[in-house]
Structure formats: C-alpha cells, structure tokens
C-alpha cells in the first residue's frame, strides 16, 4: 500500500507538471452520471488531452476545495491520501448534485516562447506577445501560474434541480438541467469570471460518444457570458473556458491561468 502511495504520488506530479505547456485540461469524470437513489457516486480526477487522460490520486496538499452542492447547500468532500478514484460518497438526497473541485495553485517554467504560443492559440487569447513585450519580459524562461476549477453534474434518482454559482473564481454554469430539461436546441450555459459574467470568451466543448470517440469544437459566449452547446444523447462533454491574467507585481511568476471545467452527460433517448 505505501508503495502504491508512494507511485500515485510520483506520477502524479509528473503529470500536473507538463499539463499547461500541452494544453491540457483537468477535470472531474463520474463513473455513471446518473445514480440511482440511494446508491454511492463514484467519480475520478482525470488531467489530459481531448476528454481522455490520465487519473489523479486523492492528495489533499493538491486540494483547495473538494465538496458536493445539493440544493443551494454545500458540504465538504474529505477523502483519503492516495485515493483511486479520488471521490466516493453516498448522496444525502434525491436531485441534481454538483461536484467541485478547486485545485492549489502551481507553477510551471516556459523554456521556449513557441510552448507559450501554442497555449495561446489554442486558447485564443490574441496578441498576448505585444503585451508580454509592453512588460519587457523575456521570451524564454518566465513562469505561469495555474489554477483548476471542475465542476460536474451527476442525477441522483429524480436529477431534479439546477447548477448555480459556487464562488469559484471562473466556472462555467449550466443555464438547464440536461438530465430533465429538454435539450432540443441545445444547453445553454454562462462562464463566469469573479462572479461576473465573460464575454467573447471562448469554450472548448469535447463530446465523447458511446465508443468512446471524441469530436471537439469550439463556442464563443456572447455579450452576456452566455452560449449555446449542440448536444446529442447518449454522450458525455466536458466543457473547458480558460482565463489568462498578467500576474500581480513582486511574483516570480508573470502570468496566471484560471481554467474552468464542466462536465456532464445527456441521457440516451
């Protein structure tokens, strides 16, 4: 057992360490999506590429939040170091529960500013060498801060019930229910930055099928931080809205990244 400890933590901080230079996303991938009342929720912590990755243990130095939301109410997720999957636990009720997760912050070194680019265009953040350059930073060398914020849906028994606002810095809220409410046109949802909505800002949307293939497309919020995702049943999404921040004066860092991460399945017909 302490050996497995001893892996688990190894390798996942090789993991995390690399993530941001590829893009990668984090979040929070239940074993069923919808429970039945009564059952336990079982959900694993994933980091990776295209909504396929590798798993995170439970390591609470890791953690800054960890907690399940029923109803309005929060209440706090304690695991055990090391844990594969990293949550399990008996919902109290029948309704729609939100997982989240809020990881520490951490830093990372680019070496090349071609690895920053590539972040860059893939999360379609502009011209953020002109400002690099306004600050007379060097292009190779500097340093990033992350930060993860996950969120996912999970239907217990009825699913009954609505994602709100939880206080994370930037997360992404779904504006429908997708386990009661029709989906016909679509999922609206809202990405929120500082309790505020985010405008033009963009969603990576991966929709795995049931064969596991995923496709990938992109949104982007209107005026109101709102959009629409085209869903289709019978598949999970992870939806992925980053923010990118010069960082405070005084850290030996210079940028911040603020990833925000929601996923959620739509019921087979």
């Known amino acids: 057992m302490q050996y497995r400890l001893f892996c688990s933590i190894l390798c996942s901080g090789l993991v995390f360490g690399a993530m941001p230079v590829l893009s990668h996303e984090f979040w929070i991938e239940p074993e069923k999506y919808q429970e039945v009342s009564g059952a336990p929720v079982v959900a694993r912590l994933h ?8 798993e995170q243990p439970y390591l609470d130095h890791r953690i800054a ?3 399940v939301m029923q109803g309005g109410a929060a209440a706090p997720y304690m695991g ?19 997982l989240i997760h809020q990881t520490q912050p951490q830093t990372l070194t680019y070496d090349t500013w071609e690895d920053f680019q590539a ?42 019930g609505s994602d709100a606002a939880t206080g994370l810095e930037t997360e992404i809220i779904a504006l429908a229910n997708p386990y009661t409410d029709s989906l016909a046109e679509g999922l609206p949802v809202r990405v929120l930055y500082q309790g505020k909505p985010r405008p033009q800002a963009q969603v990576e949307v991966f929709a795995k099928a049931p064969d596991g293939s995923v ?17 289709t049943p ?20 210079v940028w911040e990244s603020l990833w925000a991460a929601l996923t959620f399945a739509v019921p087979a017909q």
Not at 82 to 94: V, W
Not at 215 to 231: H, I, S
Request: hydrophobic share 40%; no cysteine.
């Open 80 to 98: 055990r170091m090391g844990d594969m999957p990293a949550f399990t636990a008996e919902m109290p009720r029948d309704g729609l529960a939100v």
């Open 234 to 253: 019978g598949h999970s999404y992870l939806l992925d809205a980053v923010v990118l921040r010069p960082a405070p004066d005084g850290k030996d860092y």
């Open 215 to 231: 496709a990938v497309t992109t949104r982007l919020t209107d005026a109101k931080g709102e959009t629409v995702v085209v869903v």
């Open 47 to 54: 980091n990776g590429q295209a909504f396929n990755g590798a």
């Open 119 to 160: 972040f860059i265009d893939h999360k379609a953040f502009g011209d953020i060498r002109t400002r690099h350059q306004d600050r007379r930073l060097p292009d190779a060398g500097f340093s990033e801060q992350y930060t993860r914020y996950a969120k996912s849906l999970v239907a217990i028994g009825d699913g009954r």
């Open 65 to 67: 939040r960890f907690e």
